[in-house]
């Protein structure tokens, strides 16, 4: 039996599984040697220069925002439409090595649907937060780490969870023990234990991986793939899900979101396929609307609409 959200050996590779981490790596390289010299304030007149660096040199990063972009604007995007976004992204890979070592002091958070999580942990049962790659995960960790009772730890793909803690293990060594790798044979095991102690667990379910079952739900005027493994996962484990992001406003400013999205908790097996079709819709059509808020928060720079295998045009 396979895991949720592990690959099946031979299966067609998803796109972003298969394009190298290159910029990913390489800026967050550049952006550790610059913040631990000059601070988060000073590095920040560099981090435009390394945004428009990226943006000229990564081609294929480049269309896949331009593409993205034209759906959540409903308009041809500008240049500096495109730069916003990657300084986006590179704002929050900046702001993580702060994030992750508690400098909270630094920034301004705002939290909207406190009183949805406040429930989760009265509840004490645990529950599983349905985030994407979008804004900034270390933000609502940070969120975790300042309030009493509120746990946060990440289930991810075991290869990206290896290469998490690395990038982890640099900034802040304590980081790692919130991250669990699913695919190993404990995966379900760990998963089970965090919530009967009344852990939330992250999980990005805007991603698949070849081989892995998948359904394609509208989203941003066309259908696209989203995983069924996360949210199966939930299902099986009967656990509540709310959707989450850690959205990034500019400047020092981050807005969490947290909201309802299904709740599991008396599901039954017979009825556990249409319960998951229909959060995983639900999720998108929550991801769409962010999207569209906040369109240079989203950080899939990948061909997203493109089916699993579909040959490139």
Sequence with gaps: MNMPGRAHPGAPQAEWAGRPERSNR???RLMTWISLRLGRAPARWVLAGISLYFLLFAPAARAASRAYLRRALDREPTFADLFRHFHSFASTIHDRLFLLNGRFDLFHVEVHGKAVIDEILAAGRGAFLMGAHMGSFEAV???????????VAMVMYEDNARKLNEALAAINPAAVQEIIPLGQIDSMLRVQASLEEGVVLGVLGDRTLGGDPAVRIPFLGAEAEFPVGPMRLAAMLKRPVLFM?????GGNRYAIHFERLADFSDLERTGRDAAVQAAITAYAACLERHCRA???NWFNFFDFWRPKGAAKT
Excluded: D, F, K, V
């Design 26 to 28: 390489a800026m967050l």
């Design 294 to 296: 906040t369109p240079c």
């Design 141 to 151: 960790r940070a969120i975790g780490r300042r309030q009493p009772g509120l746990r």
């Design 245 to 249: 992001s850690g959205l990034y406003l």
